[in-house]
């Protein structure tokens, strides 16, 4: 079982930046491939970055557009985003997740577990 816990939302500017961090516990941190999701109200739940279990390849959805950047600290057990140029479209709720498969990438199906997420509010 792995526990997902998500910080550093919040209410930012358009052009500004957040950096969201998702610290784990439980089971080893370094063993999961690691991903962000978002979901604004009345849309579905969308791909938004993902890390191999060493950081040796990230992803990223086709609206980032070099904007945001993931990034993972094992001895931490802690993954990171880094989101720069902020949209008011970038407006959702974030989500953490966490797959055993090596080839999770964007499929939402592929991750186990799921933070409770972090707020995220880009004014105009």
Same mark, same amino acid.
């Not at 950096?19 to 579905?44: I, N, V």
């Not at 985003?81 to 008011?88: E, G, R, W």
């Given at each position: 079982? &792995?526990?997902?816990?998500?910080?550093? %939302? =919040?209410?930012?500017?358009? /052009?500004?930046?957040?950096?969201?961090?998702? @610290?784990? +516990?439980?089971?080893?941190?370094?063993?999961?491939?690691?991903?962000?999701?978002?979901?604004?109200?009345?849309?579905?739940?969308?791909? &938004?970055?993902?890390?191999?279990?060493? %950081? =040796?390849?990230?992803?990223? /959805?086709?609206?980032?557009?070099?904007?945001? @950047?993931? +990034?993972?600290?094992?001895?931490?057990?802690?993954?990171?985003?880094?989101?720069?140029?902020?949209?008011?479209?970038?407006?959702?709720?974030?989500?953490?997740?966490?797959?055993?498969?090596?080839?999770?990438?964007?499929?939402?199906?592929?991750?186990?577990?799921?933070?409770?997420?972090?707020?995220?509010?880009?004014?105009?």
């Amino acid at each position: 079982q &792995v526990q997902l816990v998500e910080s550093g %939302g =919040g209410l930012v500017q358009a /052009g500004g930046s957040l950096r969201l961090s998702c @610290t784990t +516990s439980g089971r080893t941190f370094s063993g999961y491939t690691m991903g962000w999701f978002r979901q604004a109200p009345g849309k579905e739940r969308e791909f &938004v970055a993902a890390i191999t279990w060493n %950081g =040796g390849a990230t992803y990223y /959805g086709d609206f980032v557009k070099g904007r945001f @950047t993931i +990034s993972r600290d094992n001895p931490k057990n802690t993954m990171y985003l880094q989101m720069n140029s902020l949209k008011p479209e970038d407006t959702a709720l974030y989500y953490c997740a966490a797959s055993s498969k090596v080839f999770a990438r964007a499929t939402l199906g592929a991750y186990e577990y799921w933070g409770q997420g972090t707020q995220v509010t880009v004014s105009s």
